[in-house]
């Protein structure tokens, strides 16, 4: 367990926007919470203090739609990272987008993450926002003034200040993301350098979109994050685009002008050192690729989000305010369970708590190992990283779960069938994943798989066996 930091008191569950701003304006001191996956860890992180009230963002009606335009793809303030993945829209008309929403985290976390919370936590090393910054995007930022809700549009290469600081006040949400969309004769990339292959905080990304007329670049923006202390638009060498050629020296001169611009950071991912050298290799090479029109090829055929369809909670409203003494319900594995205690509680705490569902475990506490997979309304999601209060009304399905009156389910039968064990503490996250990747697809490829299981295949090794499992359970029906 982690050391305990600062409680939760109260849960604000307001059903619109004007709502929500009139929480935030009667007490600024009170947090928003959409995905939770930065905030609860913030809290958690901080060490003890006073505690605190959250307004969770999930009950507003609309906070997650896209509108398509034929200039932008106008994302409202609760848009998770898995709709952008999954929404074709976005890599054909926003392609750095929807390659950067691929990269962040694992399927569980893209399932809750929301795009205005990776650019409201400002973390040079958020994914999304070099995408963001090359694409040209801006943000409406709302707040309520006492008398209706006023809000004012903001680039968002001018919403940071420094680190981890933006222009958004106290009293205001990001409550709409306009991105202008690739159109005729421009090309769009976004890449990342890792110490692995997922559930990796970026050493570099970085965002290119191009202009062309003919061969010839006519305009173009190239960003990068994880560099400097901000997110933040390579000016001069953006300037050397405009009426290149993309040969090989002008790639070379463009590349010198990058890394001469940045005086890269120094942390426990990469030396500053090597940052400069892999920035000039990270430009030329993307560079290349929009040269030569490749910058999709990478895109999987088909990428996993762990989400099925989702179920209807009701039309009943929910709970306006959760607090500790607070009984919240659910309909976990089919029964109705409840319980109180959800506004200072994760949902994994919360599940253990009821006594008789202990199959998920605690592995890392922050949303890293996998091990605390359950699936929330049809989506696989870190239960360490979700408040209890969030699940107020929801559908559950724990490890518990999937055996039904017939036996095992297939994924269960088949992870003991190819020894697909390890040491055993982190098998109830995969099963849960496993069982819905394969609600999701009937018949998955080796790359979907591990697309799927990306979320916990975490620093142990063995791994066959596990993707194995998937196949053979796929072969003998694993959705059900």
């Given amino acids: 367990m982690q050391r305990v930091g600062r409680s939760v008191a109260t849960i604000r569950r307001p059903v619109s926007v004007e709502a929500a701003l009139r929480l935030m304006a009667e007490d600024p001191s009170r947090r928003p919470l959409a995905g939770g996956t930065d905030i609860l860890l913030h809290l958690h992180r901080g060490g003890p203090g006073d505690s605190v009230e959250l307004i969770d ?9 896209v509108e398509e335009r034929a200039d932008a793809l106008v994302l409202a303030g609760g848009v998770r990272h898995r709709q952008v993945v999954a929404d074709p829209r976005f890599i054909e008309r926003a392609t750095p987008l929807a390659q950067a929403c691929l990269e962040i985290g694992s399927p569980q976390l ?47 290469d001018r919403f940071f200040t420094g680190f981890r600081t933006t222009v958004l006040g106290d009293d205001e949400l990001i409550t709409r993301i306009e991105v202008p969309v690739l159109t005729e004769g421009m090309r769009g990339v976004w890449v990342k350098l890792g110490n ?39 000016d001069a060498g953006n300037g050397l685009l405009v009426g290149s050629v993309l040969d090989d020296d002008s790639l070379q001169e463009i590349a010198a002008a990058v890394v001469e611009e940045f005086e890269p950071i120094d942390d426990v991912r ?36 762990l989400c099925s369809a989702i179920p209807s909670r009701g039309s009943d409203p929910p709970r306006s305010t ?8 659910a309909m976990v594995n089919g029964q109705s369970v409840s319980g109180a205690g959800a ?25 890293e190992c996998g091990a605390c997979t359950v699936e929330l309304d049809g989506a696989a999601v870190m239960s360490c990283i979700v408040q209890a209060a969030q699940a107020d009304g929801a559908n559950i399905t724990t490890v518990e779960g999937l ?32 069982a819905a990747l394969l609600d999701e697809i009937d018949d998955p490829t080796e790359e979907q798989i591990h697309l799927g299981l990306s979320g916990n295949l975490c620093r142990c090794t063995g791994y066959y066996p596990m993707v194995s499992a998937v196949q053979v359970a796929s072969r003998k029906g694993g959705a059900t």
Wanted: glycine share 8%; with cysteine.
């Fill in 57 to 65: 963002l999930t009950s507003i009606d609309g906070f997650d739609h």
């Fill in 110 to 156: 893209r399932n809750r993450a929301t795009i205005a919370g990776n650019l409201a936590t400002a973390s040079p090393a958020n994914d999304s926002i070099s995408a963001l910054m090359a694409l040209g995007a801006s943000l409406e930022l709302s707040r309520w003034d006492g008398s209706r809700v006023v809000a004012r549009m903001v680039d968002v």
């Fill in 196 to 234: 692995r292959r997922a559930q990796a905080i970026s050493v570099i990304h970085a965002a290119f979109v191009l202009r062309f007329e003919g061969d010839r670049v006519s305009d173009g923006r190239m960003a990068f994050g994880s560099v400097a202390p901000v997110v933040k638009l390579a």
């Fill in 270 to 305: 990469a030396t500053a050192e090597y940052r400069s050298q892999a920035l000039g290799r990270l430009v030329t090479r993307s560079l290349t690729a929009l040269r030569d029109g490749v910058q999709r090829d990478r895109w999987p055929r088909s990428s996993p989000t």
């Fill in 322 to 329: 959760i607090d500790n003494e607070t009984v919240i319900a």
């Fill in 343 to 367: 506004a200072s509680m994760t949902l994994l705490d919360w599940l253990r708590a009821r006594g008789t569902l202990d199959g998920t475990k605690e592995g890392c506490a922050e949303g």
């Fill in 403 to 434: 055996e039904s009156a017939d036996g095992l389910h297939p994924i269960q039968q088949a992870f003991i069938d190819e020894f697909a064990v390890q040491c055993g503490f982190c098998i109830p996250g995969f099963v849960v994943a496993g």
